[in-house]
């Protein structure tokens, strides 16, 4: 009986818990400094937990926007407000949900997503640029060749510092507790960021306004400035890496900030109890994932270099058998598929080797370029005629995305 009672508690709690969710807006709020007009803009699938943890991150001192969280300082906290500014409204079908389950996830991936190219829209149409916010736009900047210096607000789009999509894929993968929580490691005399795969040459010094830093304290600064933290980067990856629940997630979220027990139970509308529960529950999962990974560990220091699987790129939409591809069988769909030149002879059939040749053809962008459908068709005629047919590929697996219009592509890690 007790089983049973517990069993019902349970479900009445994941009813409530998405009833409460459903409740909350979606959609593109702003931060607005009242003694000078300026504004920072986020979206979220949440904006109640999101504002939240904004107001959190500016009170202890850890905003991702280093300007914002300086004048947040200076101004005081009085001085800020925080508001929706375009609200997304639910469809009836994303409003029909009553448990936690992988559809009512997805949702919550799709609304998220939505918020987040609203939010393109709305930098686009407000230009809360300069005196009149607090983003900055990438702007190329002239490096002179004859200088051993170069300058960290340079365009983030030049391809001689970016790693290819398979590169930060195969090297994020790799790399191991230590490094993924630094969000870097050292290669070949470079140090490489494992979000973006952008790297910093070892003997290069690098300014950051009057301050001279060494490769690796730039690479730092690079993830502070682009990313905000490696706990943000891991936390906010979809669902299949991080094996958490949406509340899971939120919970960590509020855990990293410092709020205790108390604090948690009324950001996210649950009982402090309950909060207890998962803390226990998460450092449970903390045990069993530290013993698979020295499992997992231990098996690939025996196996063969050609047996191991292929690294999968961190935009898959979905997991299956089809990654199951070891090097082997990368190698060979390569030298079968791929003239000597380079060019695709015809697009594989086969899941398994169609997801080998995509994987290569992305590869030919440049990581935090944005383009235009023109030249995301150029470049795959280099190597394919088909451009039609591997552009939509290209984006139902996850290898580039586009905005809602679908004028500008980039690629998706």
């Known amino acids: 009986m007790d089983k049973i009672n517990k069993k019902a508690r349970k479900e009445e709690a994941a009813r409530a818990y998405v009833k409460n969710i459903l ?18 803009i986020d979206s979220s699938n949440d904006i109640l937990s999101k504002t939240n943890s904004a107001k959190m991150q500016l009170r202890s001192g850890s905003h991702m926007n ?17 508001e929706i500014i375009e609200e997304i409204k639910r469809t009836k079908e994303e409003k ?3 448990e936690i389950n992988d559809d009512f996830l997805n949702a919550q991936i799709e609304l998220q997503k939505r918020a987040k190219n609203l939010e393109e829209e709305l930098l686009e149409k407000l230009q809360p640029y300069g005196d009149r916010g607090y983003h900055k736009k990438k702007v190329r900047k ?3 060749e004859e200088t051993h210096v170069e300058t960290m607000e340079e365009d983030i789009n030049q391809d001689e510092n970016f790693y290819s999509i398979k590169d930060v894929s195969e090297l994020f993968w790799k790399a191991s507790t230590n490094e993924l929580k630094d969000g870097y490691v050292k290669r070949d005399g470079k140090y490489i960021c494992l979000v973006c795969g ?5 003997d290069v010094i690098y300014p950051k306004g009057n301050v001279f830093y060494n490769a690796k304290k730039a690479t730092k600064e690079h993830i502070k400035d682009a990313h905000n933290s490696m706990f943000h980067v891991l936390i906010n990856m979809d669902k299949k890496y991080t094996g958490l629940s949406e509340i899971q997630s939120k919970l960590l979220e509020d855990f990293y900030m ?4 108390e604090e948690v139970s009324k950001n996210e509308g649950i009982a402090k109890s309950t909060v207890r529960n998962h803390r226990f529950r998460l450092k449970e999962k903390q045990k069993q994932a530290k013993v698979l990974l020295t499992i997992m ?4 220091e025996r196996q063969k270099e050609e047996e191991i699987i292929m690294p999968i790129h961190k935009g898959a ?13 990368e190698s060979q769909v390569l030298g079968k598929f791929l003239n000597k030149d380079g060019t695709l002879k015809v697009l594989p059939r086969k899941e398994k080797d169609k997801i080998v040749i995509l994987f290569h053809m992305a590869s030919q962008f440049k990581c935090n370029t944005k383009y235009n459908e023109m030249e995301v068709n150029n470049i795959i005629k280099c190597v394919y005629d088909d451009y039609v047919t591997v552009r939509r590929y290209l984006i139902e697996y996850g290898f580039l995305q586009r905005n809602n219009k679908g004028s500008i592509y980039w690629v998706n890690i």
């Open 23 to 40: 409740e909350r807006p979606v959609g593109v709020y702003a931060i607005k400094n009242m003694e000078n007009g300026k504004i920072f």
């Open 317 to 329: 939409k979905m997991l299956d058998e089809r990654y199951a591809i070891t090097k082997e069988h």
């Open 96 to 98: 029909n949900y009553f």
């Open 142 to 144: 002239t490096v002179k």
């Open 66 to 82: 280093k300007e914002l969280q300086r004048e947040y300082k200076e101004f005081g906290e009085d001085k800020f407000t925080f």
């Open 258 to 261: 410092g709020s205790d027990d």
């Open 198 to 202: 952008k790297f910093f040459h070892e």
């Open 297 to 300: 560990n231990m098996v690939e």
